[in-house]
């Protein structure tokens, strides 16, 4: 899984990328063919957003998410990511 992560209005820092990439490596337990992610991390005034766009076999996943601290809003669409991409895993296995 590539991940590429872009920043606006913010400073990617290293403990901040291994963060997100720790985070986007849960997702891989229960889909194993994600191909590519792109997460941008924005700020715009006081408010926090994240969000994510996952190239999944058979499909794109996209996810916002925003609060006041950074880590907080990475973890709220991690789990917004997780439900989307369990649910795209269902599908493909009923079909």
């Given at each position: ?31 194993e ?24 076999k ?13 880590y ?10 997780d439900?989307?991409v ?10």
């Amino acid at each position: 899984m590539q991940i590429n992560l872009t920043g606006h209005h913010v400073e990617i820092t290293q403990s901040l990328r291994e963060y997100v990439q720790t985070k986007f490596s849960k997702l891989e337990r229960h889909f194993e063919q994600i191909n590519n992610v792109h997460v941008v991390l924005n700020v715009q005034k006081l408010q926090q957003i994240a969000e994510a766009k996952l190239h999944l076999k058979g499909g794109e996943v996209f996810a916002v998410s925003q609060n006041a601290d950074m880590y907080v809003a990475i973890d709220a669409l991690i789990d917004k990511l997780d439900r989307q991409v369990i649910k795209h895993k269902e599908k493909l296995i009923k079909h």
